[in-house]
T-cell receptor
Framework: DGGITQSPKYLFRKEGQNVTLSCEQN?????MYWYRQDPGQGLRLIYY???????QKGDIAEGYSVSREKKESFPLTVTSAQKNPTAFYLC?????????????FGQGTRLTVV | KNEVEQSPQNLTAQEGEFITINCSYS?????LHWLQQHPGGGIVSLFM???GKKKHGRLIATINIQEKHSSLHITASHPRDSAVYIC??????????FGTGTRLQVFP
């Protein structure tokens, strides 16, 4: 079945360590997105990519980095520079660039930094 | 003021009740999304609509572009409808702006 796979579902890291969240899609979508969700807030865009080898910062990119070497994969690295990394992270993809006309979401990764 | 506002924030209902969740937005849009987030966190797209009304099973979504308002209705609600319902609108050319969600709990 086609879809978006995020792994792991739960992730624990010590403060000061970088951590990479995986996002893979087999939908042949061009665009991929990373969102952060905090309690009581709407999803906020971290980074997005509309084509391989290209990506743009979203609203809250500081302390994060991404790569898009393959169409299927859009990993997110939470660096030690991110001041409040504990959050729920969601990856999404859509068939083409521009406002996601139809967005598909992964199951999310809950990151806890201790 | 948030660009996308939902009401109510929390909603409880008895099984069988008719549910309405509202979404108002201040940004210009080409379409509005309704999403469902289950307790595990995964999000499913329910509807994308740019005018009028759409229906899928017991779910009905309406939108009034002039008033910048959309509603999501659930008829004959069931405990399995318990989830967070989120509306989202496209902004500029490349991103969605999300509401904070409405947490719905339906009790048997």
């Amino acid at each position: 079945d086609g879809g978006i796979t995020q792994s792991p579902k739960y992730l624990f890291r010590k403060e000061g360590q970088n951590v990479t969240l995986s996002c893979e899609q087999n939908l042949n979508h061009d665009a991929m997105y990373w969102y952060r969700q905090d309690p009581g807030q709407g999803l906020r865009l971290i980074y997005y990519s509309q084509i391989v080898n290209d990506f743009q910062k979203g609203d809250i990119a500081e302390g994060y980095s991404v790569s898009r070497e393959k169409k299927e994969s859009f990993p997110l690295t939470v660096t030690s520079a991110q001041k409040n990394p504990t959050a729920f992270y969601l990856c999404a993809s859509s068939p083409r660039g521009g406002p996601p006309p139809e967005a598909f979401f992964g199951q999310g990764t809950r990151l806890t930094v201790v | 003021k948030n660009e996308v506002e939902q009401s109510p924030q929390n909603l409880t209902a008895q099984e069988g009740e008719f549910i309405t969740i509202n979404c108002s937005y201040s940004v210009g849009i080409s379409a509005l999304h309704w999403l469902q987030q289950h307790p595990g966190g995964g999000i499913v797209s329910l509807f994308m609509l740019s005018s009028g009304k759409k229906k899928h099973g017991r779910l009905i979504a309406t939108i009034n572009i002039q008033e910048k308002h959309s509603s999501l209705h659930i008829t004959a609600s069931h405990p399995r409808d318990s989830a967070v319902y989120i509306c989202a609108v496209p902004f500029n050319t490349d991103k969605l702006i999300f509401g904070t969600g409405t947490r719905l709990q339906v009790f048997p």
